[in-house]
C-alpha cells in the first residue's frame, strides 16, 4: 500500500484530482510540479494514514517508516544536503492538509531537524548565526506547544501554557537586558533563551526536548495527525458539516526562508480581490520575516503592488517596487495558476535570499459578491462556461448580497468612532462582546453581538460564528478574521489600532470614549467605519448588482422547478416578487388575525357556545380577509396564490394576561369567570396533535366556509376589475381522504355560490397540505380529489420523528454532539426518512392523478439540499420566505444542472 507521495524537481506522484488521498494542501503542492513551477520538495503522508491512525489505537501502518525513509531521500538528493546531516543539515516543515481546507484549524512544525549538532552545519552554510538560533527557539516554542503539550494531552492551567510560560521568558529577558523587539536580540542571546526554554519544558511537561531530528520529525507527524481531532479542528468541522471520517493529510517539505536577510520575504495573494471579485492582483508581504508574522497580524504587511495601496498602505514599499523582477515571476505564475484551475487561487510564497518558491496554492475563499462576479466574469473571459460559472456560487453566498447595509442618512449623522479595514462587506449593529464564550453566551439569550478581540484565532470560532459581526484591532487583509469572516460573508473591520482593549474590564477605549461590554456599536463593514450606538439598517438591494442579476438570469433559464413564497403581507409578496417569486406556496392565514380589532372577534368566535353565534362572530372576520386577500392577489400579478385555511389549535389565540380577559369578557358580554372556564376547556395536553388542522374545519364548518368565501368573493370581485388572479384553496393536518372531501365539499359549495352571486366564473383549485405520515402512505386515496399536493416538512418531521418541533432545542446539541444526527431535520431535510415518505406520496398521489401539481412549503423549501431532493423527486415546486427566493433560484438551477450531469 503506497502511504507517502513524493514531490519536487518538477516531478509528482500525486495530482491535483488526489485531494481525497492527497489533501488539499498535497495534491496542489503536486500539480504544482507538474506545471513547473518551483516548489521545495517534500512528501504527502496519505489521509489513509490517518484513518488508519485513528482505527488502530494511535499506531501508524507497518510500510509508513520504511517510505518515509525514501520519500526524505528524495528531498535530501534535490536539496543537495541531509537530514540531521552536521555539515550540511536539511531542514522540513510538517503541516495538515485535509481535503477542504480549514484554516488555522490544525498544527504545523517548522525548522524540524535543527538540533545541538545540526546548528553548527546550518550556522556555516549561511553564515547567519542570528538567524539559525532564532530558527532554533521558533521550533522549541512551536514543537513543545504543539507535540509535547497538546498532542500529548497535557492540560496546563489556563495561561499556564508551555508557550505562554516561553513567550514570558523572552518578555522578562527583553525587559532585563533593555531590548525591544524580537529583531534587537543577538544568536547568543537566543541561544541562551533556547537553554532556559529547554528547561522550562523539563519542568513542566516531564520530559526533554528531543535533540534527533528523527524523533522531532516523527513527534511533528503525530501531532499533526492529532490534531484533527483537536477542540478548534472538531468545531470547525461541525460548522462546516466536514465528516469527521475524511481524516487530514501531512506534508513534510524542505524548509525555504523568508526571513534569511534583505534579500528575502514572504507573502500571501490571491490571484483576484476576494472581497470584491475584481480582477486585480491582491495580496501583501513583508520583507525579511516568515509566514506567520504575515498572518498573525503582528506587522502591518506592505501591499503587493501599486494599484492596491490605499490611503493606509501608501507609504509602504510594494513587492512590485523593491523586487520587480520576482515580482514579475509571480505575475506569470499567477496567469498560470488560473489558466490551469480556472478558478481564483490563493497562494502562499516565500523568497529566500532572491529565488522565488511557491508553498501553497488553492481555490480562494471569497464572499458572495465577489463569487458572483468572479463567476460571471470568468465566463465572459472564456475562462470557464456558463454551467460551471452557475455552480460556481454557493446559494448560500447570495445572502450576503441580501444582507443590510447601512441608511445613508442616519450614518451621515453618526460620529466615526474609528475606521479599520474592511475585511467583510455589509454592516451590522450589535452589542459589543469581548470573548467568543461571551459572544455565545449573550447570542443564546437571544442577544445581537458584536465580537471585539485584539485579534482573533482559530479558538474564537464558535464566538465569531454567532455574532453578527467581528472587530479587531489588529491583522491585516488576510488576517483570521478576515479569513473566516469572509468564508461566511459577515461584515468585519480588522486591524483598527484605534481601539485599546481591556479585557480584564470588559471594556474599550477608542479616543476620548469608553464602550463597556453590552453596549453597543454598528460597523460599515464595507468602508470599514465604525460608529458607537445602533444605527439603522436596510435591507440590501441586490437588483443594482449587475453580476447578480446575470447570473439570476442564467439560474432562470437553466431551472425548471418553479421558485414560489411563503406571504401572508402584500409587502412581503411585493418583496418576495422582486426576488424573482413566481407564485405563494403557503399563505398561513391565520397570521392574518393577529391585529387588536381582528383578534377580538376571533376570540369572540372561538368563545361562542353554539354555531348560530359562531357564525355570527366569524363572518365579522370575512371584510378583514377579503381585504388582505385582495392586496395580495394584486401583489402577485396573475401568479398562482395558495391560501391554506386556519390550522393552529385555538388555544395559540388565547394566551391572555388577567386585563386582557377582562377585556374579552366585556366586550362578549360574559362574566369573567365564564370566560375563563371557557379558556381552560380548551386546554389539550399535546395541542400539537390535538384540535388543530382540517379538525377545526371540520368540528365548525363556518369557520372554512367563512374562509372560502373570503378568498372567492377577493378572486371574483378582482377578475370583474380585470385583474388576474388564480386561488389555491389549501386544507391543512389533512391525514385521511375522508377529511379531504369534507372540507373540500364546503369550499366546493361555498365557491359555485359565489360565483353565481357575482355572475363570474374562475379557475381556482383545491389541494391539501401532506404533513403527516398518513397522509404520505394514502396518498393515492387522497389524490383521487385534490387537485395539489403541498409538502408541510415541518409537521411532516415534527410527526416523523416524533420530535416536538418547538422543542427540540432541548436535545439536538446532545444528539449532534453524539453524532446521533448528523444535522437538525427541521433545517434539511431527512432523505431517509421523511425524505422517504415524500417520495411515496409523489409516486402513489401521481399514479392516480397524473396533473396532479406538487410542492413543498416546510422551511426545508429554502435548503440548498432539500431542494436538490425535491427536484429530484419531481416536485413541480418549492416555496419559501421571501429572502431565500434568490437562493433557492440558484439552487434549483444547480439541482437540475447535476442531475442532469448524473444521468448522462
Ligand atoms: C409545515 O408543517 O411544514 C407547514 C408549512 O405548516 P406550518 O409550519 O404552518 O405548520
Ligand atoms: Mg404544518
Known amino acids: 500500500m503506497k502511504y507517502v507521495y513524493s514531490f519536487g524537481d518538477g516531478k509528482a506522484d500525486g495530482k491535483t484530482d488526489m485531494k481525497n488521498l492527497l489533501g488539499g494542501k498535497g495534491a496542489n503542492l503536486a500539480e504544482m510540479n507538474h506545471l513547473g513551477i518551483p516548489v521545495p520538495p517534500g512528501f504527502t503522508l496519505t489521509t489513509d494514514v490517518c484513518t488508519h491512525y485513528y482505527n488502530h489505537n494511535l499506531i501508524f501502518p507497518e510500510e509508513l517508516e520504511t517510505q518515509v525513509v525514501e ?36 498544527e504545523t512544525v517548522l525548522n524540524v531537524g535543527l538540533t545541538t549538532t545540526t546548528i553548527p552545519g546550518l550556522i556555516e552554510k549561511t553564515g547567519n548565526s542570528r538567524f539559525v538560533y532564532d530558527a532554533y527557539r521558533r521550533l522549541i ?61 523539563k519542568n513542566n511537561l516531564g520530559s526533554e526536548f528531543p535533540d534527533d531530528p528523527r524523533d522531532q520529525l516523527w513527534g511533528g507527524i503525530k501531532a499533526v495527525f492529532q490534531s484533527w481531532n483537536g477542540n478548534r479542528a472538531i468545531s470547525y468541522r461541525r460548522i462546516e458539516n466536514i465528516p469527521d471520517e475524511w481524516g487530514t493529510a501531512v506534508n513534510v517539505q524542505a524548509m525555504v526562508f523568508g526571513n534569511m536577510g534583505k534579500n528575502s520575504a514572504t507573502g500571501v495573494a490571491f490571484t483576484r480581490n476576494p472581497a470584491t471579485g475584481e480582477n486585480h492582483f491582491y495580496g501583501e508581504w513583508l520583507p525579511n520575516a516568515q509566514g506567520e508574522d504575515v498572518v498573525a497580524g503582528l506587522r502591518t504587511p506592505n501591499p503587493l503592488n501599486e494599484d492596491t495601496k490605499t490611503v493606509d498602505t501608501q507609504s509602504l514599499s510594494s513587492l512590485e517596487s523593491s523586487m520587480s523582477a520576482l515580482y514579475s515571476q509571480l505575475i506569470e505564475i499567477r496567469t498560470n495558476l488560473e489558466a490551469h484551475y480556472r478558478d481564483m487561487q490563493d497562494i502562499e510564497f516565500t523568497i529566500q535570499d532572491g529565488r522565488l518558491w511557491m508553498l501553497q496554492t488553492r481555490v480562494g475563499k471569497r464572499n458572495g459578491a465577489a463569487a458572483i462576479k468572479m463567476a460571471v466574469d470568468m465566463f465572459n473571459e472564456g475562462l470557464i462556461d456558463k454551467k460551471t460559472a452557475l455552480l460556481r456560487v454557493k446559494p448560500e453566498q447570495l445572502d450576503e448580497l441580501l444582507h443590510p447595509v447601512m441608511d445613508t442618512e442616519s450614518e451621515q449623522n453618526a460620529t466615526i468612532l474609528a475606521t479599520g479595514l474592511p475585511a467583510g462587506p455589509g454592516s451590522a449593529t450589535g452589542r459589543l462582546v469581548f470573548t467568543a464564550d461571551d459572544a455565545e453566551a449573550w447570542h443564546g439569550r437571544g442577544e445581537q453581538v458584536i465580537l471585539l478581540r ?49 479585557l480584564e474590564q470588559k471594556e474599550v477605549q477608542i479616543g476620548e470614549t469608553v464602550l463597556k461590554e453590552g453596549d453597543w456599536i454598528s460597523m460599515n463593514g464595507t468602508t470599514g467605519k465604525i460608529y458607537g450606538g445602533q444605527l439603522k439598517l436596510i435591507p440590501a438591494n441586490p437588483e443594482t448588482h449587475n453580476e447578480y442579476k446575470h447570473l439570476m438570469a442564467w439560474a432562470d433559464d437553466a431551472r425548471k422547478l418553479k421558485i414560489r413564497t411563503n406571504a401572508e403581507t402584500p409587502a412581503d409578496a411585493k418583496q418576495a416578487i422582486q426576488f424573482g417569486a413566481e407564485g405563494i406556496g403557503l399563505c398561513r392565514t391565520e397570521h392574518m388575525f393577529f391585529d387588536d380589532t381582528r383578534i377580538m372577534a376571533m376570540r369572540k368566535m372561538i368563545l361562542a357556545e353554539n354555531p348560530k353565534e359562531r357564525r355570527s362572530a366569524v363572518m365579522e372576520l370575512l371584510p378583514y380577509q377579503k381585504n388582505d386577500f385582495k392586496g395580495i392577489f394584486k401583489a402577485m400579478k396573475g401568479f398562482p396564490v395558495t391560501i391554506r385555511l386556519l390550522d393552529p389549535p385555538l388555544h395559540e ?22 370566560v375563563e372556564k371557557r379558556i381552560a376547556n380548551l386546554h389539550e395536553l399535546n395541542p400539537m396533535l390535538g384540535h388543530r ?3 377545526l374545519g371540520i368540528v365548525y364548518p363556518e369557520i372554512t366556509e367563512m374562509q372560502a368565501r373570503a378568498i372567492l368573493e377577493a378572486a371574483t370581485e378582482l377578475t370583474a376589475e380585470g385583474v388576474a388572479v388564480l386561488p389555491e384553496i389549501m386544507i391543512p393536518l389533512v391525514g385521511t381522504a375522508t377529511e379531504f372531501i369534507h372540507q373540500e365539499t364546503i369550499v366546493r359549495d361555498v365557491a359555485k355560490k359565489v360565483m353565481k352571486e357575482k355572475g363570474i366564473t374562475l379557475d381556482y383549485l383545491v389541494g391539501t397540505m401532506i404533513e403527516l405520515p398518513r397522509a404520505c402512505l394514502t396518498a393515492d386515496e387522497i389524490a383521487e380529489k385534490a387537485e395539489f399536493f403541498s409538502f408541510g416538512t415541518n409537521d411532516l418531521t415534527q410527526t416523523t420523528y416524533g420530535f416536538s418541533r418547538d422543542d427540540i432545542g432541548s436535545f439536538l446539541p446532545s444528539y449532534l454532539d453524539n453524532k446521533i444526527l448528523s444535522q437538525d431535520p427541521f433545517q434539511s431535510l431527512d432523505v431517509k426518512g421523511v425524505g422517504k415518505l415524500l417520495s411515496m406520496a409523489v409516486e402513489s ?22 431542494i436538490h431532493f425535491c427536484k429530484h423527486n419531481g416536485l413541480d415546486y418549492v416555496s419559501c420566505s421571501p429572502f431565500r427566493v434568490p437562493i433557492a433560484r440558484l439552487a434549483a438551477a444547480q439541482a437540475e444542472l447535476q442531475i442532469k450531469a448524473s444521468k448522462v
Open 71 to 106: 520519500a526524505l531521500k528524495n528531498i535530501e538528493t534535490i536539496m543537495d544536503s541531509g537530514f540531521g546531516d552536521t555539515e550540511n543539515p536539511l531542514l522540513v516543515s510538517v503541516r495538515s492538509g485535509a481535503r477542504q481546507s480549514m484554516p488555522g484549524m490544525m
Open 141 to 201: 516554542m512551536m514543537y513543545a506547544d504543539v507535540v509535547m503539550e497538546k498532542a500529548t494531552g497535557i492540560k496546563l492551567a489556563d495561561g499556564q501554557g508551555i508557550r505562554q510560560k516561553m513567550e514570558r521568558i523572552i518578555d522578562t529577558f527583553k525587559k532585563e537586558n533593555r531590548l525591544k523587539d524580537d529583531t534587537d536580540l543577538s544568536a547568543e542571546q537566543w541561544k541562551e533563551i533556547s537553554e532556559s526554554f529547554k528547561v522550562e519544558i
Open 454 to 502: 485584539e485579534e482573533t484565532s482559530p479558538e474564537d470560532v464558535h464566538g465569531m460564528h454567532v455574532a453578527e459581526a467581528i472587530l479587531t484591532a489588529k491583522g491585516g487583509m488576510t488576517s483570521h478574521a478576515a479569513l473566516v469572516a469572509r468564508g461566511w460573508g459577515k461584515c468585519c473591520i480588522v486591524g483598527c489600532s484605534d481601539l485599546h482593549i481591556n
Open 653 to 674: 389565540f388565547m394566551t391572555l394576561t388577567e386585563p386582557q380577559v377582562h377585556d374579552l369578557a366585556n366586550h362578549v358580554n360574559l362574566d369573567k369567570s365564564e
Open 693 to 695: 388542522g382540517c379538525r
Open 845 to 866: 398521489g401521481r399514479k392516480v392523478n397524473s396533473n396532479l401539481k406538487i410542492g413543498i412549503c416546510g422551511e426545508h423549501g429554502g435548503d440548498p439540499a432539500s
